[in-house]
């Protein structure tokens, strides 16, 4: 989460950001949303590598730009005159450029000087900051030739942000991970408030004079808004291109993958412009969930006692509602399973009611190959052992004995068949310990995001039209949410969601 700093400093501001190929790309999504929700205008620039790990889709959806790959242009499908001018251009409009993750290659490409990408090319035009985030695994990142352009970067001028110590994705543990986003945001911020600074001091013989100070360079021509038709078809990305023909030696594959690539996330439909909320419901941030299947559980289990009592929860099932309701205005095919609730049926969405824990079990069996699963049901962890066949009626005694037993943990066997292209979610309400229960869970039931909440924090929990949350996602990152409405909570999360697609086809097959 951006701190109210950074949330101040970077409004209005403009961020160009370079995403190399490294399966750390799916970090950039996450930054892309801390940047944007702090107030930036954000450009996104990928090599063609990077779109092998991240769907441009995905990046020009959360950044509301279009994504640019290609340096040449009868590759982006644009005319040569604004093709040809862009990196120039950009280099001049940005305040601050941001490589992130950069892989060795980039690294190396950088400290050379070499201009055969777009990235590459924006960056010897760059007359503002440049921030470089290197990523990559153990041995690549302390080899000394990575170290050495890492030092001639510095000495040319760039910030470099030491890459962080931890487990890579490889299996090793070693220093070559990507910066949290966050931390990588502070940094940004900090380098537009010296910026800033010095501009105070300096006078810039690019300030022509002082009302064009501020304005666009004469010939400027803004990179087009997600959705604005550019000249020509632009073509769809296809993930695996290879780097058109290069003007330099070939160097050594990007960033080696700690992982195998995968084709990246599959929304076959182009996002629409965002909705507006009519009803006060937070507007969709885009349409990206077109032809997913997603199946949400909301509500309390009730546990039957006898035929007229109960074990269950305080559970209202808002918070899944929200979520039901949010993935429905982003085009996505919406299965609710829900406990008893006195909540209306989203729009849109197919609601199907349960009582038990078993029932509800029998029903997420259902659609258990949904695309996304976003499990917020509070479901009974234990179910009396029998059910009295006729109402129990009070004796003499002082005592009613009652004898439980465990529930089928429903979310845990999602895990334990959990399809390749398929996320899972769950939700964790913890009193104690909360960040290390939520990560066991989130570990023991195969999980890709957890919620966690504190049901006895203000604002979060049960019976409340707010919630106080923090997401956990299995690679580590982690965002702490401020106290939210629980449409707001569930549209984050799905931001989250969609920005860590990566490598997922769907049930359909589709991937893009
Ligand atoms: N869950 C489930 N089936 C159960 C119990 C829980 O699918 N029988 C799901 C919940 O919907 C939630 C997550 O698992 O997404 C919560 O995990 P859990 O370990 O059950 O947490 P708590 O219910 O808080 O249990 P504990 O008492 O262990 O903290």
């Not at 290609?70 to 093709?83: I, N, R, T, Y």
């Not at 917020?376 to 003499?396: E, G, N, Q």
């Not at 769950?426 to 909360?434: I, M, Q, R, V, Y």
């Not at 929990?461 to 997401?471: C, S």
Request: with cysteine.
């Amino acid at each position: 989460m951006a701190s109210p700093e950074i949330q101040d400093s970077l409004l209005d501001r403009r961020v160009l950001l370079g995403v190399s190929g490294s399966i750390a790309a799916y970090k950039s999504a996450l930054l892309v949303r801390l940047l944007r929700k702090a107030g930036a205008d954000v450009q996104t620039i990928m090599t063609k590598d990077a779109t092998r790990f991240i769907s441009p889709l995905t990046l020009g959806t959360l950044s509301g730009r279009e994504v640019l790959t290609d340096l040449f242009p009868e590759d982006s499908g644009q005319s040569a005159e604004d093709a040809w001018t862009k990196h120039v251009t950009l280099g001049l409009w940005a305040d601050v450029f941001v490589v992130a993750p950069a892989t060795a290659q980039t690294v190396a490409k950088l400290a050379y000087g070499f201009s055969d990408s777009m990235l590459t090319a924006t960056a010897l035009s760059a007359e503002c900051p440049v921030l470089v985030c290197p990523a990559m695994d153990r041995d690549m990142y302390r080899h000394p030739a990575t170290q050495s352009n890492l030092e001639r970067l510095r000495a040319l001028g760039y910030t470099v942000m030491p890459a962080e110590h931890g487990a890579l994705a490889s299996g090793l543990v070693g220093q070559g991970r990507l910066p949290e986003p966050a931390s990588i945001a502070e940094q940004v911020t900090r380098m537009i408030e010296e910026r800033d600074e010095e501009e105070d001091d300096f006078d810039s013989p690019f300030d022509f004079d002082d009302d064009a100070a501020f304005s666009e360079p004469a010939d400027f021509r803004a990179p087009p808004q997600f959705g604005e038709a550019t000249q020509g078809d632009t073509a769809p990305d296809r993930p695996g291109m290879e780097d058109p023909d290069l003007s330099a030696p070939q160097a050594a594959p990007d960033a080696a993958p700690d992982a195998a690539p995968e084709n990246a996330a599959s929304h076959p439909d182009a996002p629409s412009a965002p909705s507006s909320g009519d009803d006060g419901w937070p507007a969709a941030t885009h349409d990206s969930f077109a032809g997913l299947n997603v199946l949400v559980t909301a509500g309390p289990t009730q546990e039957p006692i006898d035929p007229v009592r109960v074990v269950t929860n305080r559970s209202t099932g808002t918070m899944g509602y929200a979520l039901a309701r949010a993935a429905a205005d982003r085009g996505a095919n919406v299965t609710l399973v829900s406990g008893p609730t006195c909540l209306e049926t989203p729009p849109g969405v197919h609601r199907v009611d349960v009582t038990t824990t078993k029932e509800m079990h029998a029903a997420v069996q259902q659609y258990a190959d949904a695309d996304l699963v976003l499990m917020a049901a509070a479901v009974a962890d234990y179910t009396p052992a029998r059910m009295a066949p006729s109402k129990i009626k009070k004796d003499d005694s002082d005592e009613l004995v009652l004898r439980f037993r465990r529930t089928t943990d429903i979310l845990k066997s999602l895990g334990e068949q959990k399809r390749p292209y398929q996320q899972l979610v769950g939700f964790a309400l913890e009193t104690n310990d909360g960040i290390a229960n939520a990560r066991r869970k989130l570990n023991e039931k195969n999980l890709d995001w957890i919620v966690l909440n504190n049901p006895l924090e203000e604002g979060a929990g049960f019976g409340t039209t707010t919630n106080r949350v923090t997401l956990l996602h299995r690679d580590g990152y982690k965002e702490e949410l401020p106290i939210l409405s629980k449409p707001e909570v569930a549209n984050v999360l799905l931001d989250c969601v969609a920005a860590v697609r990566v490598g997922a086809g769907t049930s359909n097959g589709a991937s893009s």
